[in-house]
């Protein structure tokens, strides 16, 4: 599964941004899906997950009420809806692929580039 985020950029805080992960190479719908994000000198964190028919979902306590992850099999794409920003949300975010449905990093087997979203104050 190749995986391909987008939609990073800057905001000011308060505001909002969508971020788009696109796969080929495999349909997602057998996947859990996941959003993690990297701040700079910071260990890469869960954000949140949702399981591969969409009923599921969890967060990080971090971003509870403000994230949003959803998915469209059809499209083969998950997104991250992201609402009421901070500065704390600054980092490279990142869309994973995987058969288990943990929060950490070592549970996704396929993972995309990144998309750096920066929020200012």
């Known amino acids: 599964v190749q995986l391909q985020a987008s939609g990073g950029g800057l905001v000011q805080a308060g505001g909002s941004l969508g971020l788009s992960c696109a796969a080929s190479?495999?349909?997602?719908?057998?996947?859990?899906m996941g959003w993690f994000r990297q701040a700079p000198g910071k260990e890469r964190e869960f954000v949140a997950r949702i399981s591969p028919s969409g009923g599921s979902t969890i967060y990080a306590d971090s971003v509870k009420g403000r994230f949003t992850i959803s998915r469209d099999n059809a499209k083969n794409t998950v997104y991250l809806q992201m609402n009421s920003l901070e500065p704390e949300d600054t980092a490279v975010y990142y869309c994973a692929a995987g058969w288990l449905a943990g929060m950490q990093v070592n549970e996704y087997a396929y993972w995309g580039q990144g998309t750096l979203v920066t929020v200012s104050s």
């Open positions: 190479g495999r349909t997602l719908s057998a996947y859990y």
